[in-house]
């Protein structure tokens, strides 16, 4: 690791003004994917601002049929969260479904939408159940976050405080786990919220997306034989050894009719 | 026997020491005036070194030293030697191509040691070693086996004029050419015994240091066995007698065969400590030990068996290439060719056998010994083969292997490959473990798998390995002033719990209690012979040298008790720690008797110490059946092991609960090599599974319940223990029986063929081949 300083502060302003003062600053949520990376010598921030110290930023809450979720909360917080629990299990389900309970009880939701990992798991929450990411200067729709591999809708130094998840009236994820990592080599979110059927995909390609042929499909009937046929193409998907394209776009159906049938 | 004596499950000795922290590793000692090294290692699998700088990293603060194959050269400091020097079928040796401790002039894979640097903390070393500016000139790279036996390949040693180290064949050709003429059946498969990355948890550690005054080196690093490392430091690499280098090995945490050879670090850094005066540390990151420890298995083999109408075994023939890395490590030719071929006879009556072992080099990490080493290799092969010939002949595959074994009354049995088998009863396992997983039933639950859409199979595995009696081994026992016994043994362990073992088999000899029966190893200035530990050896020729030096040490204490009760030391009896006159009720414990030996001089008698040995008399054959059940998912390729039955004979058992240990860790490893653990190299010689994220360990959601039995009423016939060693056999048998039951289950559905390991994306191309092919 190399040589940085640190920065603790305890608002928002703070914190913000810290990522400011440094253009290779950057914030600290759990740790989980930045210290890695910085042991590895991949980053050398030269300043850290640990937002771990910030009390608004943690914790759930019901506002208006929505749950707002503090960026920092942690995964274990989310998967324990009895509001969760009994509001959105299925998002529960997603982050008690996260890495191991190390992982899950440091890495949080802002790191790891902030973070935008193609195979992370909450991408395909925020966009299957339609969410709004909430940062310190705006609100950006769960449908505009994700851009690409590694790279959100965020700008320089925004600081990301909370994301609002509509309650749905069903929802499911189901979630192929990469046989080394355990990360989401290709993981299905399927929502009925808000009048709308909402299936999102996260792990099989580049960034998380939504198939609205399988969407029109639910619509019409929601079922899991409705489904059947309906082929994600294989070009663009992501390829390595543990899943050619072609199987990743084999498994966004069969995980996305396991979605729909855990719900019947 | 004493209530913790042979035969009872006792709990670890050690336990409370690993489980609550206190273990003392190699990176737990901390030593006065430490430094610490970090290697520059190679970015290439093949390249020239032109030039290398290291004014800038060694002007860095905190940079004590620098080193590279320059100094050790200058130094006269050797190369690593192979030990296996095997005689290949053209009458050569294995061609031994140098290996260095720091390259020389060329790299030869991916994270090949070029530098060593040397700094206070162990951050300034690894800055500087970022600074150290090595030209190199890339050069074609070869990792694959095959592409490196093609005329035009690149030749991987620059030393040899091929990539084919040792051409080696066993057995008899003419025979088996005539076996195969005479055939009415003939059974083939090509199989890929994949390449692993040993993984212990435990990374390798090291502390070399080095005392100026008396010109004498010490070594801390793990191990499993301080002499074999010992010798070869001493005389092939530093050339100094044996007293100039004290090796210490503490606790362990994994070894797996890994551990048992020399590599460049305690080279590198033994000569660093001595440069400098003060002591040099290295411990591997989890990202070196990826790249530097020697990984296990890789061959690719094609094999053939010859059968008669009814589904007698006529004869077998087996072909492998090999592939070895880009050193020779110490055992490495050995593994694939003796350890791996003399076993080919199974446990069966095979008259006519012949292998063939091409051993390869390529730009990749060094491949030695990994639990089991070469027998897993050879028993994956001939339990694959005969599911072979069942299905070519028609057979049941329990039927075959019944109709073809060893019986007990041909025992004992010489299967031709120098190996004689001397007891067992390989039907009645088989039919044991299809009994406790009602093979018999089976069809009945393919239908109902059937039914949910799943693809079930069953599959199993009757293996037999070679181990326990190698070499010799020594045990030296001393009676403590406290009436304790001190056991000194040469064997190491590296978890499997040798204490507790040790402590069992001595609590029968002196009815101690159990804590009070110490053990010493891994110090080579108490400790003064011994083989260490490898192929499940150790309890065999550690135990009954132990128990041999016990029966020594209760004779001098009879003597003195004889004295102490004034009687014939003929009249004494000795038992549950009291020695007592024959047939009166005057005794006395052994405790008096200790405390009276150290009382010192003036009564005439010294403290007791005992050495004796035990030199092997042959090999022991543990054997046993691993049947494995499963279910697959088509839709996605998953697998899931529904049921799994051991059935072990591994002779007399000393601790079940010990044993069934080796076996599930075993059992975890061969489902680890069976269905996740793949080891990739890309064209260019670069690993790609370089760490967790992309290597699959096998983690306990991944196991299934091992239902184990040990059959425990046919002790070998070759030791006085009757032990035949456990510590390889779940390695062994799971691959095949995970393999076969799942081609069993993917058979139906028109695939022909799968390797390990088998992952979900496999099996589903499998079967999506085979429906495109239909
Ligand atoms: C072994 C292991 C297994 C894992 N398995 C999974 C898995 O199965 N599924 C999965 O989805 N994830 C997995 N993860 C990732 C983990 O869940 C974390 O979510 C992820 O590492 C990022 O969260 P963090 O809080 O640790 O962020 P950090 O590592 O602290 O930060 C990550 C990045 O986000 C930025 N950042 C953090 N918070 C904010 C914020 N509020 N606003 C703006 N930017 C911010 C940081 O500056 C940094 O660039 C795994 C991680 C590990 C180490």
Known sequence: MYNFDYHRPNSVDDAVRARGGSEDATFLAGGMTLLPTMKQRLASPSDIVDLSAIQDMTGVCEDDGRLAIGAMTTHASVASDPLVNQKIPALAKLAGGIGDPQVRNRGTLGGSIANADPSADYPAAVLGLGATVKTNKREISGDDFFVDMFETALEEGELILSVNFPVPDKAAYAKFPNPASRYAMVGVFVAQVGGETRVAVTGAAPSAFRVSEMEAALSNSFSADALRGINIPADGMNSDLHGSAEYRAHLVNVMARRAVESLS | ?774
């Not at chain 2, 804590?515 to 490898?534: F, L, N, P, Y």
């Open chain 2, 1 to 774: 026997m004493g209530q913790f004596g042979i035969g009872q499950g006792v709990r670890r000795l050690e336990d409370q020491r690993f489980l609550t922290g206190e273990g003392r590793y190699t990176d737990d000692i901390v030593v006065p005036r430490q430094c610490h090294a970090f290697f520059v290692r190679s970015p290439f699998a093949s390249a020239a070194i032109t030039a290398i700088d290291i004014q800038d990293a060694a002007s860095q603060p905190g940079v004590l030293a620098i080193y590279t194959a320059e100094n050790l050269s200058q130094a006269g400091v050797g190369d690593i030697p192979c030990l296996a020097l095997m005689t290949g079928r053209d009458g050569q040796k294995v061609k031994t191509p140098p290996y260095p401790a720091l390259a020389r002039e060329r790299v030869h894979h991916v994270g090949d040691a070029v530098a060593i640097v040397v700094a206070e903390t162990i951050e300034q070393a690894q800055e500087a070693a970022e600074l150290v500016e090595v030209d190199y000139d890339p050069l074609p790279a070869v990792a694959d086996m095959k592409a490196a036996l093609e005329p035009d390949a690149p030749i991987v040693q620059e030393s040899l004029s091929s990539n084919l180290c040792l051409d080696w064949a066993q057995g008899n050709e003419t025979d088996v050419d005539a076996a195969f003429a005479k055939a009415d059946h003939i059974a083939r498969i090509e199989l890929v015994n994949n390449r692993v990355v040993v993984n212990s948890m435990e990374p390798r550690a090291l502390i070399a240091d080095y005392d100026p005054q008396e010109d004498k080196f010490t070594l801390h690093t793990g191990s499993q066995g301080i002499y074999r490392l010992k010798d070869q430091l001493c005389q092939n690499i530093f050339n100094i007698p044996a007293d100039k280098l004290r090796v210490i090995t503490p606790d362990v945490g994994g070894g797996f065969g890994m551990k048992i050879f020399a590599y460049p670090e305690q080279v590198a850094c033994l000569f660093a400590a001595r440069e400098l005066g003060r002591p040099v540390r290295w411990t591997g990151g989890r990202n070196e030990s990826f790249q530097s420890d020697t990984q296990g298995r890789d061959h690719l083999t094609t094999a053939e068996m010859a059968l008669d109408k009814d589904g007698h075994f006529l004869g077998i023939r087996v072909s492998t290439l090999a592939n070895l890395g880009a050193y020779l490590s110490n055992f490495a030719p050995y593994i694939p060719t003796g350890a791996s071929t003399q076993m080919y006879s199974g446990l069966y009556r095979i008259p006519a056998i012949h292998a063939e072992v091409k051993c390869v080099l390529t730009n990749t990490v060094p491949v030695d010994a990994y639990r089991g080493a070469g027998r897993p290799e050879a028993s994956y092969v001939m339990e694959r083969l005969v599911d072979e010939a069942a299905r070519v002949v028609g057979l049941d595959r329990g039927e075959i292997r019944v109709r073809n074994f060893i019986r007990p009354e041909d025992l004992p049995y010489d299967t031709g490959l120098n190996r004689v088998y001397d007891s067992g009863d390989y039907p009645r396992l088989l039919k044991e473990a299809c009994r406790q997983i009602d093979w018999d039933g089976f069809a009945a639950r393919r239908a109902d798998s059937r039914s949910r859409g799943l693809l079930r199979g069953i599959g199993l595995a009757s293996y037999v390995e070679a181990c326990g009696g190698m070499g010799e081994e020594e045990a030296r026992i001393s009676l403590d002033p406290d009436g304790g016994v001190t056991l000194v043994i040469g064997t190491m362990t590296n978890g499997q719990g040798h204490h507790t073992a040790y402590a069992q088999l001595l609590h029968d000899k002196f009815g101690l209690p159990l804590e009070k029966i110490r053990m010493v190893q891994g110090d080579s200035e108490t400790v003064h012979k011994g083989g260490g530990t490898g192929g499940s050896r150790s309890l065999l020729m550690g135990g009954v040298s132990a128990q041999r030096a016990a029966d020594r040490v209760i004779e001098k204490a009879r003597q003195v008790a004889g004295e102490m009760l004034e009687a014939a030391p003929d009249d004494i009896e000795f038992d549950e720690g009291h020695f007592r006159i024959a047939g009166t009720d005057l005794s006395i414990e052994l405790s008096e008797v200790a405390r009276r030996t150290h009382e010192g001089a003036g009564n005439g008698l010294s403290p007791i110490e005992e050495t004796d040995g035990y030199k092997a008399e042959a090999l022991t054959f543990p054997n046993g059946c691993h049947v494995c059940e499963i279910e697959v998912d088509p839709d996605t390729g998953c697998l899931r092991i529904v049921d799994y039955v051991v059935v072990d004979d591994f002779g007399t058992v000393v601790n079940p609960m010990l044993a069934a240990g080796q076996v599930h860790g075993g059992v975890a490893q061969g489902l680890g090599q069976a269905l996740l653990e793949h080891t990739v190299y890309d064209e260019e010689g670069q690993l790609i599974t370089a760490s967790f994220m992309d290597y699959a360990m096998p983690r306990a959601d991944d196991m299934p319940e091992v239902k184990l039995t040990l059959i425990e009423d046919m002790p070998c016939k070759t030791n006085p223990m009757g032990v035949k060693g456990a510590g390889e056999a779940g390695a062994i048998g799971a691959p095949p029986a995970i393999m076969n039951a799942l081609l069993d289950a993917l058979i139906p559905a028109g695939v022909t063929r799968i390797d390990m390991p088998a992952t979900p994306e496999q099996i589903w191309r499998a079967l999506q081949d085979s429906s495109t092919a239909s």
